[in-house]
């Protein structure tokens, strides 16, 4: 079983920045290999809505919402997703979710999920 691990969210005030992280863990023996990884997002009282993705070949997609000030970065050594949030608006408060999707040795085929992490953009 993969698991997720983020960290990084936190308040920060209007045009403020602030970096994500989630790694990945795997259990004892296991081999597993991460395809894409992605980032989305909750509001209160919203459904989740997807954020950002990087495939394994580093492709980037980007929510319209937050091109050009969300930049989305993977390093396969660590198995860890990064998402840097500049030019934070009140609007961009919600609690974040990473989402791995890959292939383990043990459970073949995997669509995991961090726990979630609150960023609170407010002066």
């Known amino acids: 079983q993969v698991q997720l691990v983020e960290s990084g969210g936190g308040l920060v005030q209007p045009g403020g920045s602030l970096r994500l992280s989630c790694a990945a863990s795997g259990a004892s023996g296991s081999i597993f290999s991460i395809n894409a990884m992605g980032w989305y997002r909750q509001a209160p009282g919203k459904e989740r809505d997807w954020v950002a993705t990087?495939?394994?070949?580093?492709?980037?997609n980007y929510a319209d919402s937050v091109k050009g000030r969300f930049t989305i970065a993977r390093d396969n050594a660590k198995n860890t997703v990064y998402l840097q949030m500049n030019s934070l608006k009140p609007e961009d408060t919600a609690v974040y979710y990473c989402n791995f999707r890959g292939i383990s040795s043990l459970t073949g085929i995997f669509n995991a999920w961090g726990q979630g992490t609150q960023v609170t953009v407010s002066s």
């Open positions: 990087i495939t394994s070949g580093d492709s980037a």
